[in-house]
Structures are given as structure tokens and as C-alpha cells.
């Protein structure tokens, strides 16, 4: 009798004990992310995916607006405050690289093999060949068209590799007053003279926007706005969404943007809208890509499972539910059917254009003072766009304010 | 915030030399305890950042890694290197003037217009008064899409024919519309202390001088002016400290834009700190601000000798 009832307590006990390392094994993973409030029930779905997968592990996501987003991830990771998972884009990699876990030995240790994704997004989400990130979306600079105004001013829609020249014809005839051909917005500095062949780097990573080559072809763009009025120009303030509000009024006839923003913008305007390549200069096209990924904090107590997780978020179902929501242009090259079924439906040539953009993709050159570069050009472009000042002028002032 | 401080603090000097007398240890001990809670509160949170800031300002901390101590570099370069400094400094010193001086003429002449009123004097006071309680960001981003390029101001003066480059994309307007719209959210403040302080004047000094002959002119000059002179002084410390501050409207309407036209010291140090990270470089900036809000501070109060008249 009484052995049996040291039995049944030492089996009590022990049943206690597995319980409680059980609970122990259970992981909660905090998952650092950006966009808006109904994005969160899409993120959900993704971060069930983990669960589903890995019944001990749950992903929950803390999400803040974009560019509080930034101000936020310094603050958090110094104060040791960082989820498990961070999101990162891959312009911003060069600055906030060091806070994130290098992936490259957890790739090793399960033979992953990141060709299952498009190479120019993983180039973007490494940093000085390491691997830092895995990305859920990516996609090059391209110009969104309105094929309706296109259609009226009896202009031919772009070839693939259409010209500067013939950018600018089209931007020309399509302007009549205050009806623009084209809404200039900051990035196209950026994207645009990259297209044309210039560099706005010298050979040692360094800023050089000064350069002949940079200047020439930025001062292209500039005078689409200054001398041609083809395009209205931006305030300082807004410099990177006017364009696009311009381009769904009706009011501007082309504008830059990239693939992300596809589902959203056919869904805000009422005429039939195209995509088309980036204008090139004399010699071949060239495009830049970008786009965001996740990646596990250097920080984080669970990085085995915080890559579990990140190999789910960043699988092909998951990325199937994100492309099927025209939420994003997968990095993953297998599931972008996906997208190219529902955002790209009614978008005139998207399959074709991107395909071109992808394979003529050049490196997207950054260092860590990328952000204070896209910064200036907000700040000071307008002053060029508006014939206050001359194009070579407000590239010095900006090359003069960036850290060399 | 330090004007009040300083208010505060000249008022409470002359009274806690009469009641420390009569305060013996023991209540001094209860009265420490007691007010231990929001002491420590302002150690925590007020004291400590402002050390910690003082140190920052030495170093070359960029938010991520450990910062290191570089001396007096950060004031060097800020003094002599560089180039954005004395713009901004500039900016802020030519915002500060016009935005002071016609927000301090603005909300009297309303203050005076509105207890002139036979009736409907509450009605205009929170009418006036309603700016104050709206979001500085939410108000600063209805008048960006007002001035923004096409927006409609633009609309407006195209239909009276009014040929004027867009406010915010010209380097002299931009900063214009960024004191438009911070006369539009902060006169009212103003508006309803000066307001209320009027009311306050006697009516029989106002009746007396009446009887003596002076003129509405005269009243308002010789009586009610000299009288609601400690409110004027109150609401001009008060409005130069916000003003050498101004952040929210640029932050939304122009980031310090077109080129460095609206760059103030307030921008400046969010630009530097929490979009170039250069968290020690923002803290000298920030100092060397505190350091100009005090001496301005400081000139106003010596100042006010000669202006503010205290009824004792």
C-alpha cells in the first residue's frame, strides 16, 4: 500500500515534471513587422502557418506604420527590446545589417539553397556576402502607364526597350496644361539615371553624384519638369507619394513605382492601366530592384526556431497567400503565377515587362548612408525642379551634406 | 517649459525663505517622503535624459554599437564645418521673429476685438480657441494638402488670377505657409489669455480715464496695456520658447525643404538623430538650442523690467 502510493507520487511528479518541460519547449517568437491595420489579418494568417507546422512554436507580430517603423528598430534593438523576427527592406540593409543574425550557417546546417528565389533581392537582403534576410516580396522601379490617355493622344504604348527620347515624346504630347504627361517623384532620381547608364557611386562604394555621368542624366529628368513642364513638381514634404496620387486622379498620364504598389493602384483608379520597363539611354537597359524580407535578430534567444519560422514566412505557402492577396511580387520565383494571376490580371503586359526587367537587373548599389541620400534628394531636388536653382548646383549642395 | 520653470521658481524662492523658518526638521522629513513620488519621477525622466544628453553630445553614439567619446568634436564641427548650421540657425531665428511678433499682434488685436463685443464673446473665445486642442500633426497635415503643388490654394488663386509659384516648392513661401499655419493653431492660445486678462482690467480705472477725457486710443494704451502687461509677458516668453522649437508643421509639411528653406533647429536634430542616427551629433545640436532658448529667455526677463508693470 504504501509503495503504491510512493509510486503513484513519484508518477504524479514526474507526469508534473514533462508537463512543465513541455511548456517550457513552448516558444513565443515576436515578429517585427510594418504596414497597416488590414494588413494585420494577412500577417496572422502567415504567422498561423508556424503554428500549424511547429505546434510548440507561435509567431506573434508587432506592427507599426512604415516609417515610424524605421525610427523604432535603432531604438528598440540598442535597448535590447528587438523581436525574434525583424523585417527588413533591402535598402536599408547596409545600416541595420549588424543587428540581424548572419543566415548563411543555418543554411548549411539544413542545405537550403536560396536559388529558389530571384537573385537580385537575395544580393539585396545580404550585406558584404552574408546573407541576412529572406525575402517575401520583390520587384524593379517601372513606369506605371494610363492606357486610356495613352490611347487618346494617339500615343503608341512603350516598347520594352523604349528610350529616354521616346519617354519623353510620349511625356510631351500626353501634357496638355495642367493635365500632366508625367508625375516626377523623388526615387525617380534614383531609379531613373540608373536606367540610363550612370552611376551615382564611385568605384569605392562611395557617394560621387556629382559625377558627369549622373548629373547629365539627372538633369534629363529634371528638365521634363523644369523646361518641358511635362511633369508638375513635388514638395519637399511629400516628395515620394504626390506622383502617385496624381497618376490614380487621372491628372498625371505616367509614374514611377514598383510592383508593390500594383494591387493598390489598379484598385484606386478607373481607367486601364499599364507597366511598362524603365526608359534606357543609348546603351543596354538596366533596372534596380527592391524589396523586403525577414530576418532573425542577432539578439534573439530562439534563433532555431525563429528559423523554423522564417523558413515558413518565408515558404512557398506562405507566399502563395501573399502573392493570391496582391500583397506582393513573391521573391520566390515559383509562386509569382500567383501574383501574376490576381494583381497583374487586368494590367496590360506585366508578365512580359517584369521578365525583361529581371533579367536585365543590375546591383543595386547602397552603403549606410543610403537613407540620408534619399533623404537630400526630397529635400533638395525641388529646388532644380522649379528653376530656383540648376541641376549641378543642388547635386553639390547634397554631395557637400553626405559623410564621406 | 524652463520659462515656467523659472516663474515658478522666482515665486517659490521668495516664499520658502519665510516658510523654511517655520518648518522644523521633522515636517521637512514628512514633507520629503511625500513628495519622494514625483521626485523620483523627475530624476527618472528628466534629470537623467538630461545628463545622459549632456553626455551624448560628447560622444559619436549612432544608436546601434557603443558610443564613443570624441571631446569637444561634435561643437567643433557643428561651429565651423558644418554647412547646414548657420542656414538652419538662421532659419530658426528668422521663423521665431515674424512668427512671435505677429502672433503676439494677431491674438491681442482679437483679444480686444472680442471683449469689445456686446455679445457672443464666449462663442468667439472657443471658436479661437478650438486650434489649440486639434492635433498639431492632423492640422499640419490638412494645410500640407492645402498648400501641397495643385492643392487647393493653388485653385484659389488660379481663379482670382492670382499668378503665384505653388507656397510650398518656393523657397521664400514655403516657410510663409509654415508660419501661417502655425499662427492658425497658435493664436488662439494667446488669444483667450489676453482676452481674459482684459476682462480683468478694473472698469473703473477704464471709467475714470473715460471722465478724464482720454480716448479708446488712450485707454487701450495707457490703461489696459500696462495692465494685462504681466499676461503679455507670460504669452511672449511662452510663444518665443514653442517657436524656437517648431518641429510638427515642417516634419510634415516640408522636411526642411525646398533645399534648406525651412530647416529649422528642431528639424536639424530629429534629421540627425533619428534619420541619420547620429544620436551624439543631435544631442550637441539640442544643447546648443537649449542653450539659445535660455539666453533668450534670460534677455526677456531682463527686458520686462522695463516694460511689464506687477500691480505690487
Keep these: 500500500m504504501k509503495l503504491t502510493t510512493v509510486l503513484a507520487a513519484a508518477f504524479l511528479a514526474s507526469s508534473a515534471f514533462i508537463a512543465t518541460a513541455q511548456a517550457q519547449e513552448q516558444v513565443n517568437l515576436t515578429w517585427q513587422m510594418w504596414g497597416d491595420e488590414k494588413d494585420a489579418a494577412l500577417w496572422k494568417s502567415l504567422a498561423d502557418l508556424v503554428t500549424e507546422e511547429y505546434p510548440n512554436i507561435t509567431v506573434t507580430a508587432q506592427i507599426s506604420g512604415w516609417t515610424d517603423y524605421w525610427t523604432r528598430l535603432p531604438v528598440l534593438a540598442s535597448s535590447g527590446q528587438i523581436g525574434d523576427l525583424v523585417a527588413m527592406q533591402s535598402m536599408r540593409m547596409p545600416s541595420f545589417y549588424s543587428i540581424l543574425e548572419p543566415l548563411d550557417a543555418h543554411f548549411e546546417s539544413d542545405g537550403f539553397d536560396t536559388s529558389v528565389f530571384e537573385s537580385s533581392i537575395i544580393a539585396g537582403l545580404g550585406h558584404d556576402g552574408t546573407q541576412y534576410a529572406l525575402p517575401y516580396d520583390v520587384g524593379p522601379w517601372m513606369v506605371y502607364y494610363n492606357r486610356d490617355r495613352f490611347a487618346e493622344a494617339g500615343v503608341a504604348e512603350p516598347a520594352l526597350d523604349w528610350t529616354f527620347d521616346d519617354f519623353k515624346a510620349a511625356a510631351q504630347k500626353l501634357t496638355e496644361g495642367e493635365n500632366y504627361g508625367y508625375a516626377v517623384q523623388a526615387f525617380d532620381f534614383v531609379a531613373g539615371p540608373v536606367a540610363l547608364g550612370a552611376e551615382y557611386f564611385n568605384d569605392s562604394n562611395q557617394f560621387d553624384v556629382t559625377n558627369a555621368g549622373y548629373a547629365a542624366a539627372v538633369g534629363k529628368f529634371v528638365d521634363l519638369v523644369a523646361v518641358d513642364k511635362t511633369s508638375p513638381v513635388f514638395a519637399s514634404g511629400a516628395g515620394s507619394i504626390t506622383g502617385s496620387g496624381r497618376f490614380a486622379a487621372g491628372g498625371a498620364a505616367m509614374y514611377i513605382d514598383g510592383p508593390w504598389v500594383l494591387q493598390q493602384t489598379k484598385d484606386s483608379v478607373d481607367f486601364n492601366i499599364g507597366v511598362a520597363p524603365l526608359p534606357r539611354g543609348e546603351g543596354e537597359s538596366r533596372f534596380i530592384t527592391a524589396g523586403s524580407g525577414w530576418g532573425i535578430s542577432a539578439t534573439s534567444q530562439h534563433k532555431e526556431e525563429a528559423y523554423k519560422a522564417l523558413q515558413i514566412l518565408t515558404g512557398p505557402k506562405a507566399a502563395e497567400i501573399l502573392a493570391s492577396a496582391g500583397r506582393a511580387l513573391p521573391g520566390r520565383l515559383a509562386e509569382q503565377k500567383f501574383w501574376y494571376d490576381v494583381a497583374a490580371k487586368d494590367v496590360a503586359g506585366t508578365h512580359e515587362v517584369l521578365d525583361y526587367m529581371f533579367a536585365h537587373s543590375t546591383p543595386f548599389r547602397l552603403n549606410e548612408y543610403w537613407n540620408e541620400f534619399e533623404n537630400l534628394i526630397t529635400q533638395y531636388m525641388p529646388l532644380a525642379l522649379n528653376g530656383d536653382s540648376t541641376t549641378d548646383a543642388v547635386l553639390g549642395d547634397i554631395q557637400n551634406q553626405l559623410p564621406f | ?312
Design chain 2, 1 to 312: 517649459m524652463t520659462a515656467i520653470n523659472d516663474v515658478t521658481e522666482v515665486a517659490g524662492s521668495q516664499k520658502r525663505s519665510r516658510w523654511g523658518s517655520r518648518l522644523d526638521r521633522r515636517e521637512g522629513r514628512t514633507a520629503f517622503f511625500f513628495l519622494l513620488p514625483g521626485l523620483i519621477g523627475m530624476v527618472l525622466f528628466l534629470v537623467v535624459p538630461i545628463i545622459a544628453s549632456v553626455v551624448l553630445s560628447f560622444t559619436n553614439w549612432k544608436l546601434l554599437g557603443t558610443p564613443q567619446f570624441v571631446g569637444i568634436s561634435n561643437y567643433v564641427r557643428l561651429f565651423t564645418a558644418d554647412p547646414q548650421f548657420w542656414p538652419v540657425l538662421r532659419n530658426t531665428l528668422f521663423f521665431t521673429a515674424e512668427y512671435l511678433v505677429l502672433n503676439i499682434v494677431i491674438s491681442l488685436g482679437l483679444a480686444v476685438w472680442i471683449s469689445s463685443l456686446k455679445m457672443g464673446q464666449r462663442w468667439f473665445r472657443v471658436v479661437f480657441f478650438l486650434p489649440t486642442f486639434t492635433p498639431g500633426i492632423a492640422v499640419a497635415i490638412v494645410w500640407m494638402l492645402i498648400f501641397a503643388p495643385g492643392g487647393f490654394f493653388d485653385f484659389i488663386m488660379r481663379s482670382i488670377s492670382v499668378e503665384m509659384p505653388s507656397m510650398l516648392t518656393d523657397q521664400t513661401l514655403a516657410m510663409q505657409a509654415i508660419i501661417i499655419v502655425s499662427l492658425w493653431a497658435g493664436v488662439g492660445y494667446n488669444t483667450v489669455l489676453f482676452n481674459a486678462a482684459l476682462d480683468m482690467v478694473p472698469q473703473s480705472y477704464l471709467e475714470a480715464a473715460r471722465i478724464d477725457g482720454a480716448n479708446a486710443w488712450q485707454r487701450f494704451w495707457k490703461i489696459r496695456l500696462p495692465l494685462i502687461s504681466p499676461t503679455l509677458f507670460f504669452g511672449t516668453v511662452m510663444t518665443a520658447i514653442t517657436s524656437l522649437q517648431v518641429f510638427d508643421q515642417i516634419y510634415v509639411m516640408t522636411r526642411g525643404g525646398p533645399g534648406n528653406a525651412t530647416a529649422t533647429l528642431g528639424y536639424a536634430i530629429y534629421q540627425r538623430g533619428f534619420q541619420n542616427f547620429q544620436m551624439g551629433y543631435a544631442s550637441t545640436i539640442a544643447w546648443v538650442m537649449f542653450a539659445m532658448i535660455m539666453a533668450l529667455t534670460a534677455v526677456q526677463f531682463w527686458l520686462q523690467r522695463k516694460w511689464v508693470h506687477y500691480d505690487n
